[in-house]
């Protein structure tokens, strides 16, 4: 990220999920409308975390499970024909929270070439309710 993700004097705690697989309807042609392939998703999310004591309670904070399990039910939802789309989708939910300055969404596929690890696109948003 351009933007520093975790800064004490910015208030700014860095939130991560790393290496998230799923199985999705992804993809152009027929056959990767026909069965699910899987996607790789690493999220780094800049929060603001601001002056008040957490309490050492849940709510207090941007909570990584509740954010895995949107973007589970992002790709659970219907097909997507790009990775792009899907990491757009993907940025709006996490921005959706105000506390939540920036978000680098990276979306992989991992079985398209035999000959690569995978292929896919890293996005950066920015929250403009800023």
Do not use: W
Request: net charge neutral; proline share 1%; glycine share 4%.
């Amino acid at each position: 990220m351009n933007e520093i993700i975790a800064d004490a004097g910015q208030g700014l705690r860095h939130v991560f999920i790393r290496d998230l697989v799923l199985n999705g309807f992804i993809g152009v042609y027929r056959h990767e409308k026909e069965a699910r392939q899987r996607v790789r998703i690493n999220l780094d999310l800049a929060v603001f975390e601001g002056a008040a004591d957490l309490a050492d309670s849940l709510r207090n904070v941007v909570c990584y499970e509740t954010i895995a399990n949107s973007v589970r039910a992002i790709v659970a939802s219907r097909h997507v024909n790009l990775v792009e789309t899907l990491a757009e989708r993907i940025a709006a939910m996490c921005l959706e929270d105000s506390r939540v300055r920036s978000v680098r969404v990276r979306v992989e596929k991992l079985d398209v070439f035999p000959d690569a690890a995978s292929v896919g696109v890293e996005i950066e948003r920015h929250n403009r309710h800023i």
